[in-house]
């Protein structure tokens, strides 16, 4: 029999759920809005082992940052009516979520 593993997600000011005891080796999350203060919690324990308790554990902290970008235009400000105007949109940070770009 498979091990149990049980994930919760701090937020900074609470645990909450992301997997219950669970056979299941992954969950899925996405997170919503930026927080540094994001961490997961993963617990382990024996199938046979009905305690509500860990037999191993392991804590990562996850930060989401906010995503950012910058604009420039290959002219300078003002232009005329008219007047083509490319402009580049550079991303200075990705959001990462599971370990994928968005």
């Given at each position: 029999m498979k091990p149990l593993g049980w994930g919760r997600l701090?937020?900074?000011?609470a645990w909450n759920v992301v997997q219950d005891w669970s056979a299941s080796a992954t969950f899925a999350?996405?997170?919503?809005?930026?927080?540094?203060?994001?961490?997961?919690i993963a617990w382990v324990r024996s199938?046979?082992?009905?305690a509500d308790l860990f037999e191993d554990y392991k804590r990562l902290a996850f930060p989401?940052?906010?995503?950012?970008?910058s604009v420039t235009a290959d002219r300078v400000a003002p232009a005329t009516i008219g007047t083509y105007?490319?402009?580049?949109?550079i991303p200075s940070?990705?959001?990462?979520?599971g370990?994928?770009?968005?």
């Amino acid at each position: 029999m498979k091990p149990l593993g049980w994930g919760r997600l701090w937020n900074g000011s609470a645990w909450n759920v992301v997997q219950d005891w669970s056979a299941s080796a992954t969950f899925a999350w996405r997170p919503t809005t930026p927080n540094a203060a994001y961490e997961v919690i993963a617990w382990v324990r024996s199938a046979g082992n009905t305690a509500d308790l860990f037999e191993d554990y392991k804590r990562l902290a996850f930060p989401i940052r906010p995503a950012t970008v910058s604009v420039t235009a290959d002219r300078v400000a003002p232009a005329t009516i008219g007047t083509y105007l490319p402009m580049s949109i550079i991303p200075s940070s990705w959001l990462i979520v599971g370990g994928r770009s968005m």
